[in-house]
């Protein structure tokens, strides 16, 4: 409870800071008999990681990752998986200027406020190289999902006012766009608007969309341990998520009941929805259509453009911040969106195992 | 885990389905010495108690609540406070019929996949009456949290596309609208837009805003339990709600970080914030300023319009869903978004107290 | 975390004080489509009902079950299951004197330092009355655990210092035997046992064994979660336990490995081990052999023999407690222990039920 | 839930195997604040360290701890502390043997049946290193109670039949005797013992005791979460550990009402107990008293004697395990009792705060 362990059968629990010695995870819970492998860990960190466009900061970590335990001949052995990735470019002399004051719109003031102090280098824990250890617990947890038939897929669904046309959208795009654009020309637009905001000393926004697909129907809990909660739980719990909807979600309102909802029908034998305003669930479960959420991004707050501010020592002062940062937060997010549905998603599968008798009977011959 | 139970150290746990003998509350983690009747748990729930207007369905349940435990001499012991609610007003005949089939925008069918079968009388334990137990423990959240100093005030923000214009609005009218609108200009309009929705025998839905003042600094976890993201798996818990969002919320995408950062300013020798998009918390945790919410509420699914939907018995149908329905569930919302995010403020309160160590050694000694 | 709620997939949420309103248990996590009556919950409670035997208290409580959710034509739903139990012979005026000063051996003291006041009609939350929720939840685990060929038999194995005589004894005798022990010459010396210290105003103690069969191998958690540790932390939560032991326990100290050990040899094709000093469990978990674990219970503490205490007021005093008290908590206390271990076994099969990949892609197939 | 991660509000997460890359522990829920260097960890954990005496395993692990997260400027920050200690000494060909057969006494043949496969080498996750873990977390423990004058304080009280004697007792002694014991007669006895059953390949077993000072009144939660029932999972929760008594424990039994009753009095206007067979606890809750266990630790199961098992591929065979084994596990146990106890203390600790409506009030202002 003390915030740094997530999951209930699925958990991890991530350590470390921007600046510290590294950063890491530890799954326990993940089931044995898993292939699970280095590698599979990397390719998603490598979403992640600093340095390969030029809408991210040019820090260059590597962000190798170590898997320390819990597998044994490139198996999961059902004991706890710790991954490390250790820090490499930590420039630490950025940021002395940070001690003395609080940054708008970053976590200085409420860390100070909390703590008493804060190890300011970098924003420590609330880094957004905290996310590393939730990336490396998502890989883990897609490789089960991957067994299971389950699929989870984000993107960016519009950067700034500038929002993708699902006409011109190609799943394989995601991984093309530097801003993880499944539509192209999107992209196109988003990374000129990005370049006049850079221009400007500022930063920009967006909205990251998220589509999972193979849930059976019947996961998520009915009342509080609701799916549609617990993702949302998920969601928010990343930095510079403002909000998030399901389905038809802020539009819902505007609606009626009559076009808000979905109706059935059979077809070959198995029961369809005619439309999806839903997202997918209904009173918190799955219900056997596609889960649809969106999640909106604020500009990054490190910007170089004068802001003003408050010292520790009690002056108001103007500052202008330095040093690596993304003028835009939402591409690399794109993965860690994906990696807290699908812990979540995993932890959730993990709770409905046990909601008929039958089943656990059946389970234990 | 298993979903019906909220909390870590101040935990609620609620039983009771729409059709059964009544509706429950067990609250754990009070502590001890706080002044709690009968009578403060029954004005909270005399706010989402139905048949009150035309807007909300005209079963008239009393509601009544009884206190079995965990008080002595009107003041909590420290030990489990259990509450009651028996159900009285229950005519299960209308239900006779939905037996049959899946009602399109609710539980019925995703209930029936994870179960097996289901308790089909008035939507069983996926019915609005499940929220009596979050309002009975809301209510108990909320006497801590004025011995506190705190305030959390939940409104109508809009129904359907009838927002409230701030201007005009005095919190006394929240419990003057039958709408819960803080502005009776807009309640008119919004009542004459529900009355032609029931004429068209269907439903509307509308956008709740809660605002939390009060709370210090530095209140809320800095990874996974932002306060934040507890909030939000609170607010998503409630049926009907489709997202959420704080501060500038979704409108955030389409600002920038100049724009959207909140600068800050001594006044007096104490640190304020020149504006609000953060909506009271950054990097998870509460920063001293206002802390406000917005969630949206999908339309009634229960409609007399006809729809198209699925029998159990495998044909593809048309109804029209009798009984007393409400042709919208937010002004009945209302107290139930005050109620889970005090739940969720006193959780977080209590967390926040082993933060430092220098708070520790002055607690013992 | 607050102290009423136990369980992780198989929860329960106990509440109720000695001479409140009534005694009860909310029930989360219970599969749907287990039969359950309030008959098959009323025949554990009955195990425990005072007022059966001259060396039980004389109050004559009914306590009565009554099942207010959770249940549809007699299944569970798979929503909370609520059972209540009405206090009726509640004399309170029994309890006026202890207000004034703390009982030895009892709670009084504690709760009174914890939470500055305390209920002290009965003890309050302290009471043995508090099981009446516990056993009520172990019904329904033991139900559960019936539909998958495993029991859970406790009995006791000593009063005072008479112990059983495994040669003489027999199952049927527990439920036949006045103190709860299968050997019925034994019962009938510690009857005799127990009527010399009524006659000196004193109480007795025992020890309560608790054999469970049928458990499949692998079950527990390997390091923290083992099934001894919650096995363990479920029986001492039982007012009046003052130590626990699995298999050779205390005695194991005095042994040598190779005595201690158990050998394992196959027998058909079956792995079996050639004796079970360890109880049924190896690492943690279970090794499908029978589990034994013995509880060590302590003399009844409410005597009226003189006895030494202080009163709130500052005094130094010599009291005699009256009322109506067990002389012996023993045979009233093997329903509990057979319940609290049969709900933590229900929690701990469901637990283990992720632990292979192979058996969850089966089990979504 | 899922068997790595222990505690509510001070929470370790443990990983690591054996003969794996290391073993580590992530404390999280520290307060900020705290003076906590490597050194400080370092001296707990070459009190388990192996090869510092002819009583335990000849290996010789440094066990180097590192800080890698959680702490600036050699203070905590409230974020997690993450700790590794890597295997230096790992020589897998010794267990190369075992890979085929299930040792009698050790976790092989559960976690073969748990997880359908096992890391072999040296017992992966069951191996007595996997304690290093709870030894890091522990002085991390440790460190906060010394801020609160508690003491822990764990020693060895008996090896095989011979105990210490109290009235020889000095606490200095428990690090001059290579057993642990705080009476060096007893010791030196014991030794003796000890070399007798390494000479006829045999081990043997002790008893630990444990006594913690300074823990102020109502600590602990009255019902499922009763400070002796945590403690209790705690350390049964320690591989060899095969049970637990509190005060009188297994001997209360024996005894009658008013003898194991311990009298209040009024000294200098405090409250005193004259007796303490409750071992401190009182319903759960700390009395004020010394807090008094006991834990019994079987022999050492890995001896070289032979011993009848089973092999994997189907056969009945005698082995003698070879290997660099402890005689006796006690002794370095007994800072693993320390660790797990002082862990348990801080978490009930921090729960406790939460007890009073008036305490919470005067913490917020």
Sequence with gaps: MSGSIYGNLFQISTWGESHGKGIGVVVDGCPAGLVLTEDMIQSYLNRRKPGQTKFATQRSENDSVEILSGTFEQKTTGT????????????????????????????????????????????????????????????????????????????TKSIGDIPIDYKKCNKDNILVSPLAMPDLDASEKAEKFLESKMQE????????????????????????????????????????????????????????????????????????????????????????SEI??????????????????????????????KGRHDPIIVPRAVVVVESMAAITLVDMLFMSMTSKMSNIIKFFN
Tied chains: 1, 2, 3, 4.
Excluded: W
Aim: glycine share 14%.
């Design 80 to 155: 706890p998986i710790s991954m490390v990735v250790m820090n490499t470019n930590q420039r630490s002399g950025d940021y002395n200027e940070i001690a003395s004051y609080f940054r708008p719109g970053h976590a200085d003031y409420t860390f100070h406020q909390k703590y008493g102090f804060r190890d300011y280098r970098g924003g420590g824990r609330s880094s957004g190289r905290e996310t590393i250890g939730r990336v490396a617990a998502g890989a883990v947890a897609k490789a089960i999902l991957n067994q299971l038939g389950i699929e989870v897929c984000a993107y």
């Design 292 to 321: 649809v959420f969106r999640a909106a991004i604020k500009p990054t707050p490190s910007i170089a453009k004068s802001q003003k501010t408050v010292t520790m020592a009690g002056e108001n002062i103007d500052i202008s911040i």
């Design 201 to 288: 000393m500022d930063s920009a926004g967006g909205v990251i969309e998220c589509i999972i697909t193979g849930i059976p129907a019947g996961v998520g809990e009915p009342v509080f341990e609701k799916l549609d909660a617990n993702l949302g739980k998920a969601i928010l719990s990343i930095g510079a998520v403002k909000g998030i909807e399901f389905g038809s979600g802020f539009s819902a309102p505007l609606s009626t009941g009559s076009t808000n909802n979905d109706s059935f029908q059979y077809d070959n034998g198995k029961v369809l929805k005619l439309s999806n305003h839903a997202g997918g669930i209904l009173g918190g479960m799955s219900d056997g």
